[in-house]
């Protein structure tokens, strides 16, 4: 497996970075992850979109033109011969001193790994998630943007400890008001009839690109999709839930906190959604 490293490829085992990158001192810089099906990555202008303006927004300046950047992907995709992967794009602020000021930084590290797609089991696509909410809260959009995908997870990573420490693999984080944000690493759609409601970016959620992707599918289906804050309770007595993510693609959810939702199993509009992403994602690679 060979790794993209600040211009050149090397080997999985000597790919590594100085203990003064402030990306692992301080969690200082930027990522993707990004999906690529059939030779074909998905939506990588909307990736590289995000991506720069993650890095905009704490004055990160990325060494590489948008342009560029995609040569970068594509002849990593091709230097691991992958044509179903996922690829993880990292920018560091790269090595300074100890101090927390980024300017001791003389430049970036740009690392882009591309590996084999280890997909989720089948069987969680058929029997769907128990989840729960946490405590840990999503930060304020007026602090730091959740729509700045940074290095910083720990808020994310909290997510995480509290729901395997609760028995599952995936829980809800609220925002300060207590309306739903999104999962550890992945966003959250609740059904109501052929209404699909998502949170709004101000609440505290990513935009995420599958997200965006099934928002643009559905109302293609017909479903009436908005964006508007919603709490637990509308969770629990929604028809289904549902998840997305570059990795886990839309994935239902069947118990919030203990409360069975719908039939407590995937409902019908979720399993088609599923299978109008996968379709899609195809024909989209075709044009
Ligand atoms: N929310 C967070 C915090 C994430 O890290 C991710 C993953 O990238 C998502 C949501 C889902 O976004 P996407 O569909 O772009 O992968």
Not at 114 to 129: C, H, I, T, V
Not at 210 to 218: G, L, Q
Request: net charge negative.
């Amino acid at each position: 497996q060979w790794i993209y490293l600040n211009g050149d490829f090397v080997e999985k085992h000597e790919a590594k970075i100085s203990v003064y990158d402030h990306g692992f001192l301080y969690g200082d810089g930027v990522f993707e992850g990004i999906r690529v099906y059939e030779g074909n990555v998905f939506r990588l202008q909307e990736h590289l979109d995000r991506l720069y303006n993650s890095a905009k927004s704490i004055m990160l300046s990325i060494p590489h033109s948008k342009e560029e950047m995609k040569q970068l992907v594509v002849q990593t995709l091709q230097k691991n011969q992958l044509s179903n992967a996922y690829i993880r794009l990292v920018i560091s602020r790269g090595v300074g001193n100890l101090g927390l000021d980024p300017s001791s930084c003389a430049r970036p590290q740009v690392i882009i790994i591309a590996e084999e797609l280890a997909l989720f089991p089948k069987e969680l696509y058929e029997s769907g998630l128990e989840i729960v909410t946490v405590a840990t809260r999503r930060n304020r959009p007026d602090v730091l943007s959740p729509k700045v995908k940074s290095l910083n997870y720990l808020n994310n990573i909290l997510v995480k400890i509290e729901a395997s420490l609760a028995g599952v693999s995936e829980a809800l984080m609220l925002n300060d008001q207590g309306y739903v944000a999104e999962g550890s690493a992945d966003n959250v759609f609740i059904v109501k009839g052929t209404e699909l409601l998502t949170p709004p970016g101000y609440v505290g959620a990513l935009e995420g690109i599958t997200r965006n992707a099934i928002i643009e599918f559905a109302k293609d289906l017909g479903y009436t999709v908005k964006e508007e804050p919603f709490t637990r309770h509308d969770v629990y007595v929604a028809d289904e839930v549902f998840l997305t993510g570059t990795a886990a693609e839309v994935i239902a959810v069947v118990k919030v906190d203990g409360r069975v939702i719908g039939e407590g199993k995937p409902g019908k509009e979720t399993k088609r959604l599923l299978e109008a992403f996968r379709e899609r994602v195809v024909i989209e690679g075709e044009k």
